[in-house]
């Protein structure tokens, strides 16, 4: 099976309620040679899967990051979401703080957490979707 490597990227944020520092998983890019275009949001069901499969890999120390991905609350409507939760409170912030945290990662700079082998269907399947936002390489 064909495979490619796909970065998890995540910016450093405090908790909206209790202020504990938090990494916010908020995009999906391959490792190599990415395209702008190819650029996926982490704020629907398939990416944020895709994302918590390669965070919980054994050979990683991002379990915790896994662990704090969650599916869409009942009370958030919408398109998109945030499946960021933080780790002390709890708390399930709304779809458009995720927004802030992909305008702050841009400004400020991110990690890439965790990369991990998904075979190629998997993620032409889910490329680019999300916000559809294009993001351009610093
Ligand atoms: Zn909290």
Redesign the pocket.
Known sequence: MNTLRVDVLAYDMP??????P?WWVFALLPSHRPRGDEFTTTDFPEAVEMARRILADPSGDTADMAAQLRPRPAWQQGRGFNPNT??????QAEWHVLDDVMHDAFHEGCIRAAEGRIPIGEWRAIRGRGQGIFWPFL
């Open positions: 908790c909206r309620q209790c202020a504990l938090l933080c780790g002390r409170c709890g708390h």
